[in-house]
């Protein structure tokens, strides 16, 4: 299925656009989370507002060619409601942070969401059946009358309408006392861990009650305090291993076994600075917003302010590769620390083959970086640049020197059009990004065609 | 200012940090104690905003703590090596930490010096707004904001409701903060030496620091009178002067107005609430 990753260059197209036009945002519907399921048949989308949006692949049909494949909206919901902490009097923000599928066991889709301080588990089930023919009641439910029942049927299920329905099965809440960054099911299918800036817990997808603290960095005395948690995930074949990424650039790989509190690593992965890139900011663009494992388990992806890099986890001393994504920047910390932009998040992501690593960028900009080839590109979701079905331009920065048609200069980055959050299909070409209120899904141009 | 960038209240102040980041960035002739100070400038305002909301950002504030922490080390450093310093720890100013819309930054031209850069001192004379802004801080002054930022985060953390935690096993707590390196530990030790009497004074609720009368001048009570009011507890977010904008909320006005809320009928959803909370259903 789709063409052979990483031997041919990968076209890719916009397959569809969700998402009002620019002008009509509220801060409401600004995505701040994608999330593929395990089979890619799902797709799902938190936002600022405290809802989940699920979308469902259309089975491929041979009647109607141009269908194939689309993500249409499955389910609607809203996970989480704005709290108020009357003890601190703060508001908890109903933002999703964070949506992860469970795997399937059933005919029901289970996915976790979370918000700064609760996760929830909820239940997507659908029904396209209904009973008919009771003996007791009719057909709007009201109970019949016993003496015009002369004899018995029994109820056969019928066709109806579908209907998704989603219910909240578990909320595991006042589990942490930070903000909760990331939250990761392990591959038993019965645990996941939920991280904040100081601790990560352990939970049972059953028990709502009660989590262990796995990792717990709170220093004695909070003026001690140098180093947070950004980022954590379970390793995806070892459910003993997992990983959380650190403010200050580092990676610490953990082993449930080795003890019950694991603030003991088993491995801290760490690249020595280069002395010639030191500035003021160093250890800020060092931090790391996002730490995902391979597919194949071999290797860890994480992303800070100016790169992404790979890491092998039988070697703790560097990353094996290093990939700039916006090196232009780095001339330009001092104003983007001004703003705060030096702050953003970036996600990244990996490929179904492991051979292509994507993450996004400022102006819309999301780029690419292919393993094998070395080769990188930069494409840009944005209603002017995507037709439908036509196959994205590649995009350039230029810094000075140069100056090709249609590149862009770094001071006209529009800093506010930043793609924070991407996502990639498990196994096919097929790519979420989101873009402030607007879910941008693309395809690879061959992979379209093939179906 | 970086292209078409966020969009932000004009203050004068704000378009002089936006001036001055740019000129950091731009221009390499820049001396570095200038660039230096700039940056602790930034740092430090960044710092004392987040103090002023209700819930500082914990990662945003441990990284602009770093940089100052880092900036302070080197300053120290130097200052340490060299006797006369021009650009550190002349406190001689009583501290004024910029507030986002306070009009007069402190003004003060380095005077005369042995350093290398006294060249450069003299040079950039004329360059206006870069050197009309910059501050005048003592290391003291640095630790204590650092500090206080960082037991603001402590105190609030402190009071919330006891997390569901199942014994961690047979493993005792490690003491010592894992991740940070002994010799930077030691380090510290001398930085933090001096918040002594600064964590009693910068107290850990910013409601100390204002008046409470002057939060409440403002604000139309007049709905709090009425039976209705359920909504208006929430709702009266509107921030009455400059200083207000950086506060996310003001929860402390409904905390503190007990008697307001005793007027109130509270709303059947939010008694609920509460009920949950304290069942911990």
């Known amino acids: 299925v789709g063409c052979p990753l990483g031997e041919e260059a990968v076209d890719w197209c916009l397959y569809q656009l969700n998402g009002a ?82 795997p399937q066991q059933n005919a029901a889709h289970s996915l976790l969401s979370t918000n700064d301080k609760t996760i929830k588990l909820w239940k997507i089930t659908e029904r396209d059946k209904r009973p008919e023919g009771y003996n007791l009641k009719d057909e709007e439910g009201k109970l019949k009358d016993l003496s015009t029942v002369t004899s018995l049927q029994v109820p056969v299920l019928k066709p109806m309408d579908l209907m998704v329905e989603v219910t909240p099965r578990r909320i595991f809440a006042n589990g942490h006392t930070y903000h909760v960054n990331s939250i990761s099911v392990n591959s038993d299918c019965e645990t996941y861990m939920s991280a904040d800036d100081l601790r990560i817990n352990l ?26 948690i950004t980022a954590s995930e379970f390793h995806p074949h070892h459910c003993n291993l997992f990983v959380y990424s650190s403010s200050k ?17 088993s491995k801290l992965f760490e690249e020595p600075e280069d002395p010639s890139n030191r500035s003021f900011f160093s250890e800020i663009i060092s931090s790391v917003s996002d730490v995902k494992f391979s597919h194949s388990g071999r290797y860890m992806l994480t992303r800070d302010y100016l790169t992404v890099k790979v890491w092998d986890l039988n070697m703790e001393t560097k990353p094996i590769e290093t990939y700039q994504v916006h090196d232009y920047l780095r001339s330009k910390l001092c104003s983007l620390y001004e703003n705060d932009c030096i702050f953003d998040k970036f996600e990244c992501a990996w490929n179904g083959s492991d051979s292509v690593i994507m993450t996004g960028a400022y102006n819309n900009f999301f780029r690419m970086f292919d393993r094998n080839t070395k080769r990188d590109v930069t494409l840009e979701a944005s209603r002017e640049s995507s037709k439908p079905r036509a196959i994205l331009k590649p995009r350039r920065v230029c810094v000075g020197g140069k100056r090709r048609k249609d590149d862009i200069s770094v001071d006209s980055l529009d800093f506010t059009k930043k793609i924070l959050h991407t996502a990639w299909h498990p196994t096919e070409n097929i790519i979420a990004i989101a873009a402030t209120n607007n879910l941008y899904i693309f395809q690879d141009k061959v992979n379209s065609e093939m179906h | ?33 200038l660039k230096r100070q700039l940056v602790l400038n930034m740092c430090l305002t960044k710092l004392q905003t987040y103090k002023m909301l209700v819930e500082p950002n914990l990662h945003r504030s441990v990284l602009i703590a770093n940089t100052v922490r880092q900036i302070q080390e080197e300053m120290r450093q130097e200052s340490s090596q060299q006797p006369i310093n021009v650009c550190n720890g002349i406190a001689s100013h009583s501290l004024s930490y910029p507030g986002i819309d306070s009009p007069g930054i402190s003004l003060h031209l380095p005077s005369g010096s042995n350093q290398p850069e006294s060249n450069c001192c003299s040079s950039w004379s004329g360059e206006g707004p870069i050197e009309n802004s910059l501050l005048m801080v003592s290391d003291d002054d640095m630790s204590s904001a650092i500090s206080s930022i960082l037991k603001d985060l402590d105190f609030m953390e402190d009071i919330s409701p006891p997390s569901c935690l199942a014994p961690a096993g047979d493993e005792p707590k490690l003491p010592e903060n894992a991740c940070l390196k002994p010799e930077v530990r030691q380090d510290l030790k001398g930085a933090e030496c001096v918040f002594g009497s600064f964590e009693i004074s910068n107290s850990t609720s910013y409601l100390k620091d204002l008046a409470i009368d002057d939060i409440f001048e403002d604000i139309d009570t007049s709905m709090y009178d009425s039976d209705f009011c359920s909504a208006p507890l929430m709702a009266s977010r509107t921030p009455p002067t400059a200083t207000e904008e950086t506060l996310k909320t003001f929860p402390s006005c409904n905390s503190s107005s007990t008697t307001n809320i005793q007027i109130c009928r509270p709303d059947l959803s939010e008694l609920d609430h509460i009920m949950e909370i304290l069942v911990g259903s």
């Open chain 1, 21 to 102: 036009a620019q002008f009509e945002v509220s801060e409401a519907d600004i995505i701040s989370t994608v999330e593929f399921n395990h089979t890619g048949e799902l797709l799902a989308t938190g936002d600022k507002g405290g809802r989940v949006v699920i979308f469902q692949r259309e089975p491929e049909s041979k009647n109607e060619p141009y269908s194939q494949g689309e993500y249409n909206v499955y389910s609607t919901f809203q996970s989480h409601e704005p709290e108020f902490d009357y003890l601190k009097s703060l508001e908890i923000e109903e933002k999703i942070n964070k949506i992860k599928w469970l």
């Open chain 1, 203 to 228: 939970w049972h997808l059953a028990i709502t009650d009660r989590s262990f603290n796995i990792v717990d960095i709170k220093p004695a005395n909070m003026e001690d305090l140098t180093e947070v």
């Open chain 1, 249 to 265: 650039g580092s990676l610490r790989l953990c082993d449930m076994r080795a003890s019950a509190l694991c603030d003991k690593h």
């Open chain 2, 1 to 33: 200012m970086l292209g078409k960038g966020l969009k932000r209240k004009l203050s004068d102040y704000e378009e002089n940090m936006a001036d001055l980041s740019s000129a950091f960035d731009s221009s390499r002739n820049l001396p570095y104690p």
